[in-house]
DNA sequence: GTATCCACTTAGAATGCGTCAC
DNA sequence: GTGACGCATTCTAAGTGGATAC
């Protein structure tokens, strides 16, 4: 089906964020009443259902017949599900560490106690690896005897001893030795930890041993000098520090185009005036008087310096910086040093939402230690909160993979720290959600099958979710969660799309049955598509939509739970998301199969596989603004093609005289003179070739985002076997932390493997 | 059945920083 | 040595989906 997904130019063509888009501006700005009478529609709705079902009639008449024609697809999904569920069976030791030290400047890794807070699972019978039967290529490269394992666990507990001693030796992630935090010049080789080739917890236990230092906090406000100043009215007026620190993330934002919307400063001077004194409040009753400008000129002036500043200092700084690094930008999971993802607490600052936010501007207030939860081992060296202060709690609880977390203030949702996604504990989620796509595939369709089929049902609910499901498959959209009305902005995915959201065309552009789409999804982008669909859809999405207001929900007996719950009894695992993984994967490992000429050179199979994913990125609607400088890099780029070829017309001019010298000559030197002046040509036909590629390259992705599909809905074995097949470096396809994210597909796919 | 909470992935923008041309 | 440029990295918002409470 991938080959039949619906995607075109001017999806991404006229894809934009919300706020860029006047016509969408006028159309999603005035959502107030939308749900208000949500449950009253899905009532209404409910009853209409009875009245519509014969309007559908003509389609009625072959409703059995296919019905019966289909009906063998169930038996399959029988026999599929049994065999999803075939586990492998294998045991499992993991013993902790003795008391080591470690790169921090707490020096202990503790053993845990043998009367374990964590189960042990030394003597738990048979622990499995899910994974299919049939999928050898996934099994780890050998699967390790209770002695191979302890003996390799021995050596590389020896190992990790020397590398976790402090102070004297302390190696970093890259592998680079540094002695007293200082680096020194030259790589060692590190050896690599290979956690796909160890066994996985089960029943959600994440880790057994879990120490970190804590998060990094903002830096505290520091004040303006008296010569900056701030002026209400036209009037120098100095602020309170609280009032003068908000006003600063005013100031720095000022030549953002948020600083000008209406909702930003609403919400900004309505939080700015919490913080302020009562004189302070009284004196200061209207934002356009207040002028911030002296503030800003400050904070560019700053940035200038911290620009200009010399070598040494910048050096001082980036030094600094890796000393953070190394102590709180590590943990120890399980034996493991391991980097943390975001190990600094966010700083105060006015909350940016995407699109029409309705929170945008207001306050984002300063995280302090009391705010925060901290996860660790009990038997690890908690984290110090700062002197004078005390974490919120600390707690130990295994079955998350969270080191720290908080409760931000602006929707009051839970923000954590995490690790890297070149840990374990990333690495084995990213890995396992290939191997549930590719299960995906052996039974897409009997799912596309049975979908088909539900177009016909009887009851509404089964047609609207085998439409919404048609969709999620076809388009590769997000499931549509519902969202609480005013407390983001309005956007949508499938089954929370509304009426308004589709227009239905009978013919459009000499095509039949034209769905167009029109609407915001995640971060308010627009997806804006237009897709010829079957008959049967059509009609169905005709019913869907009748005697409905354009603010109703086009499936009003459907939501992603409902959705999900079928999607689980079709496939273990399988929900709206796998889907898009699928979709993606599958697409580019046909889209690179198709374009890839054996023959091209490097930089031509590279184009070769941008294009594929290009291919993705348009299919997940993945856009980007066009960079600000991209008209004028187009036109740098053009420059240094025009005189690339210039060069060229005179190395040939030259070639061209030295033959007609040669031949005059005859002798040696003439000869390797031509030889030369060929080679040169040759050598600048290459370099003309590799910025014609590249302007090419550059000019398809304007307004197209490549790294998201690339880091998220991509098999990274797709692209590594294409390397190996093709002699490509890895490098070229992926940079040094998508390698990092990646090592597990790097080690283990060969170049025949397949998606 | 629905709302809410929680944990996690996915997302584009902003910022940082290394490289290259001059 | 410097500045422009573009890629890499960081940041954090905005999704998904499972668990749980009511």
């Known amino acids: 089906m991938s080959g039949d997904h619906s995607h075109n130019d001017s999806q991404i063509d006229s894809g934009s964020r919300h706020n860029d888009s006047h016509k969408h501006k006028d159309k999603y700005k005035d959502k107030e009443h939308k749900h208000k009478d949500h449950k009253k529609d899905k009532e209404r709705e409910k009853s209409k259902y009875s009245n519509s079902e014969h309007r559908d009639s003509s389609d009625k008449k ?130 690599k930890w290979k956690w796909w080739e160890e066994e996985r917890y089960t029943d959600g236990v994440k880790w057994k041993f879990l120490e970190h230092k804590g998060p990094v906090f903002a830096p505290p406000y520091d004040p303006l000098p008296s010569n900056v100043k701030f002026y209400y009215d036209g009037k120098h007026m100095k602020l309170s520090s609280t009032a003068e620190e908000v006003a600063t993330f005013f100031a720095k934002m000022l030549d953002h185009e948020y600083t000008t919307k209406e909702v930003f400063r609403k919400n900004f001077y309505k939080d700015w005036r919490k913080e302020m004194t009562s004189e302070e409040k009284s004196k200061i ?19 200038e310096a911290r620009k200009a500043m010399t070598k040494e200092d910048k050096q001082k700084i980036k030094e600094e910086n890796e000393r953070i690094l190394q102590e709180y930008g590590f943990c120890i999971m399980d034996n493991h040093k391991e980097r943390i993802a975001n190990f600094r607490i966010e700083p105060p600052g006015l909350f940016r939402g995407r699109g029409d936010h309705p929170k945008m501007g207001m306050l984002k207030r300063r995280i302090r230690p009391e705010d925060i939860i901290v996860n660790c081992s009990k038997d690890s060296k908690h984290p110090k909160p700062p002197p004078g202060t ?18 931000e203030n602006i929707q009051g949702s839970i923000k954590y720290i995490m690790l890297n996604p070149s840990s374990r504990i990333k690495g084995e ?138 999607l ?65 890099s187009m036109q740098n780029l053009q420059t240094k093609i025009d005189a690339k070829k210039e060069q060229l017309a005179d190395a040939k001019r030259e070639l061209k005289s030295a033959k007609a010298d040669a031949k005059v000559r005859r002798d040696e030197k003439s000869k390797k003179a031509v030889e030369s002046k060929k080679k040169a040509v040759q050598r600048i036909e290459e370099q003309l070739m590799k910025l014609e590629v590249q302007a090419t390259d550059r000019e398809e992705n304007k307004q197209i ?49 397949q998606f």
């Open 568 to 632: 689980q009894e079709l496939m273990d695992g399988l929900t709206a998301k796998v889907f898009r993984t699928y979709n993606a994967s599958i697409t580019l490992q046909q889209q690179l199969n198709e374009i890839t000429n054996s023959e091209d050179n490097v930089p031509a199979k590279i184009l070769s596989y941008n294009r594929a994913n290009r291919a993705v990125a348009i299919l997940c609607n993945h856009q980007r603004a066009p960079p600000k400088t991209f008209e004028k």
């Open 62 to 191: 072959h409703r059995d017949k296919e019905r019966l024609k289909l009906k063998d697809g169930s038996s399959d999904k029988q026999k599929d599900k049994h065999k999803e569920k075939k586990k492998e069976e294998r045991s499992f030791d993991d013993k902790p560490k003795k008391e080591k030290e470690n790169g921090f400047e707490s020096p202990f890794i503790k053993s845990e106690p043998e009367n374990n807070f964590y189960h042990s699972l030394k003597h738990e019978k048979s622990l499995k690896r899910e994974r299919d039967d049939d999928d050898a290529e996934f099994k780890p490269k050998k699967i390790k005897t209770e002695n191979d394992r302890s003996e390799k666990k021995a050596k590389k507990r020896k190992q990790e001893e020397e590398d976790i001693k402090p102070k004297k030796k302390i190696k970093n992630k890259k592998g680079e030795v540094a002695t007293d935090g200082k680096k020194k010049g030259k790589k060692e080789p590190e050896e």
């Open 390 to 407: 005390k974490w919120k709690e600390v707690r130990h609880d295994n079955k998350v993979t969270w080191l720290v977390s908080w409760t």
């Open 285 to 303: 009753t209207d934002l356009n008087k207040c002028d911030f400008s002296e503030m800003s000129e400050y904070f560019k002036a700053q940035s």
């Open 429 to 566: 989620k990213d890995w396992q959600k290939y191997e549930t796509a590719r299960r995906l595939k052996k039974c897409v369709e009997r799912i596309r099958a049975q979908y088909r089929d539900d177009w016909k049902s009887k009851e509404m609910r089964i047609r609207q979710r085998a439409v919404a499901l048609y969709f999620i498959d076809k388009l590769a959209l997000r499931a549509g969660n519902e969202k609480e009305e005013g407390e983001t902005a309005d956007t949508v995915g499938c089954c929370s799309l509304r009426v308004e959201h589709l227009t239905l065309h009978q013919e459009m552009d000499g095509q039949e049955y034209v769905v167009e789409f029109d609407f915001l999804g995640k971060d308010s982008i627009r997806y804006y598509n237009k897709v010829p669909v079957e008959k049967r859809v059509f009609k169905n999405l005709q019913l869907f939509m009748e005697d409905k207001e354009p603010e109703d929900d086009l499936f009003d007996r459907l939501n992603t739970s409902i959705l999900n719950k079928h």
């Open 705 to 753: 985002a490549l790294g998201t599909s690339k880091l998220n809905y991509l098999d990274p074995r797709i692209s590594i076997a294409w390397c190996k097949k093709f002699g490509i470096p890895i490098e070229k396809i992926y940079n040094k932390t998508q390698r990092e994210k990646f090592a597990w597909a790097i080690d283990m796919a060969e170049k025949d493997f």
